[in-house]
């Protein structure tokens, strides 16, 4: 004859068995949903990263036609853009003005650009540069006409 006692401790572990497997199914439900929703948001940021690549692609500066000549179109300064999305020479310009350590007038830039800042046809297309950069916001022009980096 099995001891009365034992068969209730017995079934009071199954009881607790049948309750951890359901506690237990239920958490295994609950972490199979998340590892779903992980998988769907991993796809999601992966299609929106490639859609953010593609567009900042497309804020890269495109030639532009102005009286029948090809010219670099400069973009503005936002957080998105990358200095290196500048044409070259607007790079180039960009470094020698910070290089400068202060504030330097057009004729400055030309002389340490290597631009024959005697001639007017050469230092005044110089100029123009300068100063679509700083309506783009990448540099400052002061009210003495110098130029510099953006704070």
Do not use: Y
């Amino acid at each position: 004859m099995l001891d009365p006692e034992l068969l209730e401790r017995i079934t009071a572990r199954r009881a607790e068995l049948d309750e951890l497997e359901e506690q237990l199914a239920k958490e295994l439900a609950e972490v199979r949903a998340e590892r779903n929703e992980l998988a769907v948001a991993e796809r999601v940021l992966e299609r929106v990263s490639e859609q953010l690549a593609h567009e900042r692609a497309s804020v890269m500066p495109a030639p532009g036609q102005v009286g029948g000549r090809a010219v670099m179109l400069i973009p503005h300064r936002a957080p998105d853009v990358e200095e290196t999305m500048l044409p070259p020479d607007c790079q180039r310009i960009l470094d020698v003005v910070r290089q400068a350590g202060g504030p330097v007038m057009a004729r400055q830039v030309g002389e340490m650009l290597g631009v024959d800042i005697s001639l007017r046809a050469k230092l005044e297309p110089l100029r123009g540069k300068l100063v679509r950069l700083v309506d783009r916001d990448w540099l400052r022009k002061l009210p003495d006409g110098k130029f510099t980096t953006r704070l």
